[in-house]
Each structure stands twice: as structure tokens, then as C-alpha cells.
């Protein structure tokens, strides 16, 4: 039975307490014959009026004589009482007291009750305070320990008892390190003693600990104290309380490391940071060594995934452990799983397994004897393992050990690994399905974009394409240096409004389209006429759209002309960033070309800006991605840009690397919103000796005189082999321009890899190439031309055409 640490009956607080209590003795037949000081200052009798009178009648009226005949018959059976008395107070009115009454043996004198009373609220209140004390120890689920100033223990209630599982009175004089471990016990000394030196009383405070008795089993109590005074303030001891709140806590952990897990699994569209990420949230707070393994396909963006038992590549590993690339296979190692683990059984029958104490195979610890037998040794002991399954499709698996927590994982850790398994592997899906879709979209792209600009007389170029972050996705952005007669050259730079793969789709078929508009030799504001109403088109086409089909609707372009035997540049750009120019001299300007709308707006015109560049002058196109980001001022970047291209004498490669590091690297990873597609082009001339030109009278002779001309520079170029060929094809072209044309005839022949020649006149027809018939007396001509020639085409000019044909030197 528990023993009280003090005695009540003598305390301060105790209404019955010699100094504040009433008392009487009564003798045997209820005769008032002793009568105290505190008994005449609580009913107003002094001792002379009540020594003598008989107590009923005098202190109890004749209505409540019952409760003195109950009373005294207790007394004579229990040889004691206590109860609440109603008392007649010497101005007459009714005094509730509660009274104790026992009996007193003097001698041979007959029996007398001592009788000890108080006010019935004071004694209540005591009597409640009591219980609560008696409750505290024996009912309370809140464990009680008493100590003493030498921190030994007086006593303890029985929830103390049960968790220390000896009897209560056998805790008296023991001490706190006889039942937890030394290193709990330190923190619990410490705060009793820090409590019992400065009488601040300690809040609750959680702190885990580990009893003796089951080193295995980690326990989290919340712990208060305070110290115990007297009244003259002689410090008696300190009292703790400890309250087990293990299963609170691991409660309030699961859902805090949910909440945790919603906001760190997940967070980019990258399959291996996904499987990290998961990997990060459960160590250490859930296990001490964690696996992340995905079947084969699912890194690569692969799928539907059907074999569920081959290889799966190991994707992440965490572990509080500082050896664990001694025990566990590293990240991007491709294992193949043993069929009697407990991994095989998950993904077989996809379901979570528990493997509390290890009975199951351990060899997927290490696929190999000696790393098995290390991990065993480093008291691995315990095992989850989860399926990663995501709308119905096995991704993979989930590995979790505990070594360095000593209790194995029970049913609540297995269902929030659960938890953490499906929502990394929907996670994981998604950017599954992300990576499978920009991979395609990336691959559509790259072959629409030019891998290999080939070489070309009129410029030297370089350039460069950089993607956007991937969590922008694939963008639209193109560029192009496209072959033109007369060793002309178009550099093209474009952005198609938005990402993604219908964003690469829609770049391809304007590429193409600007392919076929320069082949008819059109001027830059017409090809961006053209660009601008198949845009048009094609979102007219895309009104009725959906999700999967994205409307794209703009783009902006820039389209540059340069020829290098006059040196004349033509310009024209909707809506797109301007060029920048670098003379020989290393100015840079940004050339003011009128902006034009976007394409794709419909209905407004485009202006071709015109300007003669020397030899050696530097063109930069570009796409807003290089200057525009998120945190970047344009105005910046296009001083940067400045800056680095005027540092004279490096190659192109080398500019284009430079621009590169200015603008683009050290940005923050999350301020690329754009692909950057970047041309750089150096122009060259066509040296005079290579270009011959004459200007030809309209009138019959025209055409001899054309012969003769040819001829005779052919053979200066010492071409002379192929003087018949290129006679034929002249005399046919002059003779069109003489018969159907206007104005005065010019005649130029150009000299690089091909022999090129050009007859231009004033009119607007252009010749048509037909079969003639075999009756026909003319229409040969250009059928002849065309046989004799690599290629041939007509171009329009302000004041007429040009016929031209090109011949393979």
C-alpha cells in the first residue's frame, strides 16, 4: 500500500490541526465535560455555559437527533466517525461542521469521545485536496516521482510503477540511472537539479529515453518538475511528472513528415531527382538506410512498363550510416533481383512487405557474401519494402532498413512508407511520362533544326542553340543560312511563340516554308509577307483545338540577304530582337531595321533595310532568349553583348563562346524561360577577277555578241571546256530577254565552285520550262537550259528580272 510523504493530520493545510480546530469530549452519555478556546470562538459558548449540558439539545437540535443516534452508533461499532454535523451556534443559528469523533479510554473511568471539528467548506475543501493526492498516486495515467534534495527517490505512483515494473514502495531510495540509460539519465538529473537550485518550476519539455529493462524499445515522455517547500520555506524535494506520449508523438511525426514529403517529392519533372527526393525525405526520420530502385525503362522516360521482374537500375541511396557505399550498390548500378527476396515477393505480388526482425532473405542487401555479412555486423535488423506503383503501372521498389534505431519497424511505419511510396511514384510517373514526351519532342526538334552548316563563299558562320531549362520544355527557335543564286546567302533567325512539342512542330513547318520562299528569291519583306499569312493559316487551322493540341499562334523572324559580290545587305524582321553589326573596326551597332508586328498578326506591312558591309564585318542574329530572362534587364545583356563581340581577332567559335559565358552562364538556373539559338556570320567578297560583267544592246546581234563575250573570259579563266555548253545555255537566255524582255540586257558570269550566269532585263515574265510537242517549231530552250545545268531559276528585281543558271566547275 502507498505510504504518504508527509502527515497530513499535522500539516498547515489540515482544518483538524491542533491550533484550528474546535474540540469537545463528551462522556458516555453524551455530556459536554471538555470544551476548547477554538471550540468558543467557532459556536460563541464560553466553557462555563457549555461544560455540563448535555450535547443534544444544547449544540444539536431535536430535529437533527437522528444524526447524533447515527453517529454514536457508528463510534460504539467503528470506535470512531466522521461526518458533516449541523451545529447550533450560541446566537442560534445552524453551523455546519465537520466533525471527527473518537474514543478515549482513561483508566477504569467509563469511555469518553474526543470530538474535533471545523467549518464543513474548509474540511470539504481538505478532504478534496486528499483525494485528488490519493488520486494522483494511485489512479493518475500520469506517472509521479517525489525525490529528495539528494535526488533519491520517496516516492512514486503506480503509473511510475508500470513503467518501471516493480512494486511502488520498492522505489524508495533508488535513483533515476537505476532505470534508464545513462545518457537519458544525465538530461533528467540535470533538469531536476537546475529546478531544485533555482525553484523555477521546469515546462513540459519531450524528450526521448530508453529504459534499462528494453534498450530495444525508444520511448518519448513529456516531463515537468517542481520544488516541494514548507511553509518556512525548507526545501523538502523536487517532484516530477512523466506522462508516456510515445504514440502522440510518433503520430504528430508521421503527419508532419507527410506534410514534408508533399512538399519536397516532387518538385521538378526529373525522374533521378524525383527518386532522391524520396529517398531524402525518409532518412533519418523513418529509417536509417534507405534504396530507391526503378525498373529499367522507367529512367529513360520509357513505357508502359510490363516485365515487372527484370532488371532494375538503382536510381537513389540514403543512409545515416558513413560506410553505406561499402554495403549498398551505388546510384545507376543494374541489378538483377534474386527471386527468393523479399523484394522479388514485393514486386510480384505488389503489395507492401514488413520484415520486422530480418526472418526474410537479407542477400538483396548486398548480392554478395562478404558486403552481407558487414551489414548484418553493422546491425542492420530490421526491413520495409514498398512498391512504387502509379495508376496501375509497376515503377519500381523501395527499400528501408534500420540499424542505428534500436526498435524495428512496426505496422505505422510500414503504412506511412506507403504513403511516401505512392506519392513519389505518381511523382515519378509524371516525370516518367515528361522525360518520354521531351525526349520526343527534343528529337523532333533537332531534326528540324541544321545539324552542319555547310560552308559558304559569301560568309563564315558559327553558332550556337542552348535549350531552355526542361522545365520549360522544348521551345521553337531556329535559325539558317540558306544557299541563294548568285552566291547570294540568307541568314534566318526565328522563335515560335510557347514550348513543346507542337511549339517544334509548328518551327519545323515554318523552316520550311522559308526554305521554299528563299528558293524563289523574294526580297525579306516578302518572304516575312508570306511567313506572316501561313501563320495565319495555321492558327485558323488550330481554332478548334483541345489540351493535346496547344493553339500556336506568333512568331517572330529575322531575315537577312547578303551578297558578296556587290556587298549588299537587305534586312527585314517581325517583331524579332535586332541584329548587331561589328565593323572591321571592332564598332558594334545594334542596326535600326523597322520592328514589323509578329507574325502571325495578319494584315501589316514589313520594311527591308539596306546597307553596303565590308569586308570582314560581323553579323550577330539571335533569339530573345539570350537577353531576356526572368531577372535580367535587356538593356543589360544587350551592353553585354555589345562588349563581348567588339574584342577583335578571335574565330567565330571562339565569339560565340564568349557570348555564351557572358550572357548566359552564372544565370540562375530558374532565369532561362527560353531556347537561345545564336548566329554569328562573317561576310566575305567576291574577289573582281572572279566576276565578269557587260551590258548588252537589245537588238539581234545581241545574242552573238553574248558568244563571243563568254568565250573569250572563259578562256582567261581557262574554262575553255566549257565554253560550247555555257554558249548554248547564254545564246538561249539573251535571245528570251531580247524576244520577251525590255530595256537593256546585262549579262554577268561569276566564278567560285560553280560557273554562274545571269542575264537580266527590265521586264516581269518569267519564262515557264514545258515539254514541247513534237510538231512544235520552238519551246526547246529552257528545257535545254535545264539539261545542261545543275540548276535554274529566276529572281525579280525593282527594275526587271534575272534569269540565272548555275554549272558545276
Request: net charge negative; proline share 6%.
Amino acid at each position: 500500500m502507498d505510504t504518504p510523504v508527509t502527515t497530513f493530520s499535522e500539516g498547515p493545510e489540515d482544518p483538524f490541526a491542533v491550533r484550528r480546530a474546535a474540540s469537545a469530549v463528551l462522556d458516555d452519555r453524551g455530556v459536554v465535560v471538555g470544551w476548547s478556546e477554538r471550540a468558543e470562538a467557532l459556536l460563541g459558548y464560553p466553557p462555563e455555559e457549555a461544560i455540563g449540558r448535555p450535547a443534544v439539545g444544547f449544540l444539536l437540535d431535536l430535529r437533527d437527533y437522528y444524526v447524533a443516534v447515527d453517529a454514536a452508533a457508528a463510534c460504539v461499532r467503528d470506535r470512531g466517525w466522521f461526518g458533516v454535523v449541523p451545529v447550533r451556534h450560541r446566537d442560534g443559528h445552524r453551523v455546519e461542521l465537520g466533525c471527527r469523533a473518537r474514543g478515549i479510554v482513561r483508566g477504569d473511568a467509563p469511555s469518553e469521545w474526543f470530538l474535533v471539528a471545523a467549518p464543513a467548506e474548509e474540511v470539504l475543501q481538505w478532504e478534496t485536496d486528499r483525494s485528488v493526492l490519493d488520486g494522483l498516486f494511485r489512479r493518475s495515467p500520469i506517472g509521479l516521482s517525489v525525490f529528495a534534495p539528494d535526488l533519491s527517490i520517496l516516492r512514486v505512483n503506480r503509473a511510475i510503477a508500470r513503467f518501471s515494473e516493480l512494486p511502488v514502495e520498492q522505489h524508495r531510495g533508488l535513483r533515476t540511472r537505476d532505470f534508464l540509460v545513462q545518457q537519458d539519465t544525465d538530461t533528467v538529473v540535470r533538469q531536476l537539479r537546475e529546478v531544485l537550485e533555482t525553484g523555477q518550476s521546469s515546462v513540459f519539455t519531450e524528450q526521448p529515453c530508453r529504459l534499462r529493462r528494453d534498450l530495444g524499445r525508444e520511448l518519448v515522455v513529456s516531463i515537468s518538475a517542481f520544488r516541494m517547500e514548507d511553509p518556512s520555506g525548507r526545501i523538502l524535494g523536487v517532484t516530477q511528472t512523466v506522462e508516456d506520449v510515445t504514440e502522440r508523438y510518433r503520430a504528430r511525426r508521421r503527419l508532419a513528415l507527410l506534410n514534408e514529403a508533399s512538399a519536397r517529392i516532387g518538385t521538378t519533372l526529373d525522374v533521378a531527382k524525383t527518386a532522391d527526393e524520396l529517398a531524402e525525405v525518409a532518412v533519418p526520420d523513418l529509417a536509417d538506410c534507405v534504396s530507391v530502385d526503378l525498373l529499367e525503362p522507367v529512367p529513360h522516360g520509357e513505357g508502359p512498363v510490363q516485365e515487372i521482374f527484370g532488371p532494375v537500375r538503382r536510381a537513389a541511396v540514403r543512409s545515416i550510416l558513413t560506410d553505406t557505399a561499402e554495403l549498398m550498390f551505388p546510384v545507376g548500378h543494374t541489378i538483377h533481383i534474386p527471386p527468393e527476396t523479399v523484394q522479388a515477393q514485393c514486386l510480384a505480388e505488389q503489395r507492401p512487405i514488413l520484415d520486422a526482425h530480418m526472418e526474410g532473405p537479407t542477400a538483396w542487401l548486398a548480392m554478395d557474401p562478404d558486403r552481407a555479412e558487414r551489414a548484418l555486423k553493422l546491425g542492420i535488423h530490421s526491413l520495409m519494402v514498398v512498391p512504387l506503383v502509379a495508376r496501375g503501372l509497376v515503377l519500381g521498389l523501395l527499400s528501408l532498413w534500420r540499424s542505428q534505431r534500436l526498435e524495428p519497424f512496426e505496422d505505422d511505419d510500414l503504412t506511412l512508407a506507403v504513403e511516401f511510396a505512392s506519392r513519389a511514384a505518381v511523382c515519378i510517373d509524371n516525370a516518367r511520362r515528361y522525360t518520354q514526351q521531351h525526349e520526343a519532342a527534343l528529337t523532333l526538334q533537332h531534326s528540324l533544326l541544321p545539324h552542319e552548316v555547310p560552308g559558304h563563299p559569301a560568309v563564315e558562320v558559327a553558332h550556337r542553340y542552348l535549350p531552355a531549362d526542361a522545365t520549360t520544355g522544348v521551345g521553337g527557335d531556329w535559325f539558317d543560312v540558306i544557299p541563294l543564286s548568285g552566291l547570294r546567302v540568307a541568314l534566318v533567325v526565328g522563335d515560335v511563340v510557347g514550348h513543346g512539342i507542337h511549339a517544334a512542330a509548328t518551327m519545323g513547318r515554318l523552316r520550311t516554308a522559308v526554305h521554299t520562299l528563299a528558293n524563289l528569291d523574294l526580297t525579306p519583306d516578302e518572304v516575312l509577307s508570306n511567313l506572316d499569312d501561313l501563320v495565319d493559316r495555321l492558327a485558323a487551322e488550330q481554332e478548334p483545338t483541345d489540351e493535346r493540341a496547344p493553339q500556336v499562334v506568333g512568331a517572330t523572324c529575322l531575315y537577312a540577304v547578303y551578297d558578296p559580290v556587290s556587298r549588299h545587305c537587305a534586312l527585314a524582321r517581325a517583331g524579332h530582337p535586332p541584329p548587331a553589326l561589328v565593323t572591321p573596326d571592332g564598332r558594334v551597332h545594334l542596326l535600326d531595321i523597322p520592328a514589323g508586328p509578329p507574325l502571325g498578326l495578319g494584315g501589316l506591312p514589313f520594311e527591308t533595310a539596306e546597307l553596303q558591309l565590308a569586308e570582314g564585318s560581323l553579323l550577330a542574329l539571335y533569339t530573345d532568349g539570350l537577353i531576356q530572362g526572368r531577372k535580367r534587364d535587356i538593356d543589360e545583356s544587350l551592353a553585354d553583348l555589345s562588349r563581348t563581340l567588339a574584342v577583335p581577332a578571335r574565330s567565330l567559335d571562339d565569339t560565340c563562346r564568349a557570348v555564351e559565358g557572358a550572357l548566359l552562364r552564372g544565370r540562375p538556373t530558374d532565369d532561362f524561360a527560353d531556347d537561345v539559338a545564336l548566329l554569328i556570320a562573317r561576310t566575305r567578297v567576291l574577289p573582281g577577277e572572279k566576276v565578269a560583267t557587260w551590258e548588252l544592246r537589245v537588238e539581234p546581234t545581241a545574242a552573238a555578241q553574248a558568244r563571243a563575250l563568254v568565250a573569250s573570259q572563259l578562256a582567261q579563266w581557262g574554262l575553255d571546256e566549257m565554253a560550247f555548253t555555257t554558249e548554248l545555255i547564254v545564246s538561249e537566255l539573251v535571245t528570251n530577254a531580247y524576244r520577251y524582255g525590255g530595256g537593256p540586257i546585262t549579262l554577268r558570269l561569276i566564278r567560285d565552285g560553280h560557273l554562274i550566269c545571269e542575264v537580266s532585263d527590265t521586264g516581269s515574265t518569267s519564262p515557264h520550262l514545258r515539254r514541247a510537242r513534237s510538231t512544235d517549231e520552238g519551246g526547246r530552250g529552257l528545257f535545254l537550259v535545264a539539261q545542261l545545268t545543275e540548276r535554274w531559276g529566276t529572281r525579280y528585281t525593282r527594275d526587271g528580272k534575272t534569269i540565272w543558271t548555275e554549272q558545276l566547275v
